[in-house]
């Protein structure tokens, strides 16, 4: 059997939600499970999650998903309904809606009593500079004073469009309106931090915290690290030696021979590809390892298979060759693809088989 495996780490994924805890001691977590948690897998992750207060996700689907698997935790669909017949399944699941426009508001009011009757919070959104999602400032405020008259349990929600960047001037932009906001339809509880935020600003934990990449033990920032952060993989990506091959100073490897070999080396064929979600477009040089050695990928990626230079190392057929994981980080491929850990997770295809690590 081709071997390309994904294997998840529960105990990591407990070990970062426990990291949370201790970063943010007073809030609630509301733990980031969109996108099939961020391509890890949501019924893995869930088991090992189970601890968190809340569950955070895109779409009513994702949120049915949980429901169906048996959590009863609170859900957020963070971008609240798409459509007024969503309202329904809403309330009979128990699961809570961002508004970020008035059709939404008038969504939620046609099924205000069922809705407050059913303990959910609506969770209000702020635009504050990001430009996505939200009401500005000062319509927020007139929106949340209604909704509390009329008997709702709000949540000031907002999201940060460079709290992974230091000394961004949007950051302090975005943190006064929150706080004006908040101080202007007080009391009421509210929610801002994404990791980078719950790493960098523990002022603002506030009664929320809304975890996402941090969860599955990868960065958030540019400029540090996962051991810096204190973090564990979750992800290890591996694949399999299926061929050597000698080849000669001058002979190319792979499609469009873009590999030319400026010496005799030792190639070995892995059974990973773009096809398996391993990204294709290196604009730097890129890496994998085994045990524990980092070696080089040459040549390019093809849909099922890549070659790497094993000049000098002991890997025989069927060795496992790491792609990412916890000695080649998630983190680092993506940098040499020119993206972030986030796309490479989320972008996982179906083709890998998937295990309990
Ligand atoms: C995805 C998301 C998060 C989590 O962000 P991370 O950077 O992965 O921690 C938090 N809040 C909202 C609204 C999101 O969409």
């Not at 430009?131 to 349990?153: M, S, W």
């Not at 929610?191 to 969860?215: H, Q, T, Y």
């Not at 890997?315 to 994981?325: I, M, Y």
């Amino acid at each position: 059997m081709r071997q390309a495996t994904v294997y998840i780490d529960q105990e990591a994924l407990q070990y970062n939600l426990n990291r949370v805890k201790q970063l943010a001691p007073t809030a609630k977590i509301v733990s980031m499970v969109k996108a099939n948690a961020y391509g890890h897998g949501v019924e893995a992750c869930l088991a090992a999650l189970s601890s968190t207060d809340a569950f955070g996700v895109a779409c009513l689907e994702e949120a049915l998903e949980i429901r169906e698997l048996g959590y009863e935790q609170p859900i957020t669909l963070i971008e609240g309904i798409f459509s007024g017949d969503e309202m329904q399944i809403v309330i009979e699941k128990k699961i809570e809606c961002v508004v970020h426009h008035q059709q939404q508001l008038d969504w939620l009011r046609a099924h205000k009593d069922a809705y407050i009757a059913q303990g959910l919070k609506v969770w209000v959104k702020l635009n504050s500079g990001m430009n996505r999602l939200g009401f500005k400032v000062p319509e927020i405020i007139d929106v949340i004073h209604q909704l509390k008259a009329e008997g709702f349990t709000c949540v000031l929600a907002m999201h940060f469009a460079n709290a992974d960047a230091d000394n961004h001037p949007l950051n302090e932009q975005q943190k006064n309106q929150f706080l004006h906001v908040k101080e202007a339809c007080a009391p009421i509880m509210g929610s801002c931090c994404n990791s980078a935020a719950i790493l960098k600003w523990p002022e603002l934990n506030f009664d929320f915290v809304r975890p996402g990449i941090m969860l599955y033990g990868a960065t958030p920032f540019a400029d540090k690290s996962v051991e810096e952060l204190d973090l564990k993989p979750v992800m290890t990506f591996t694949a399999e030696v299926i061929a050597l091959n000698t080849i000669q100073a001058g002979e190319a490897v792979g499609y469009g021979s873009t590999f030319v070999a400026d010496k005799d080396m030792y190639l070995a064929i892995v059974s990973i590809g773009y096809g398996d979600g391993y990204p294709r477009a290196f604009p730097k040089q890129n890496y994998v390892a085994i045990n524990g050695q980092q070696t080089r990928v040459i040549g390019r990626v093809a849909m099922d298979m890549i070659a790497i230079d094993v000049t000098g190392i002991d890997a025989p057929l069927g060795t496992e060759v790491e792609l990412w994981g916890k000695e080649r980080l998630v983190d680092d491929v993506a940098e040499a693809n020119g993206t972030i850990g986030y796309e490479l997770l989320c972008r996982m295809s179906a083709r890998p088989v998937r295990k309990l690590a």
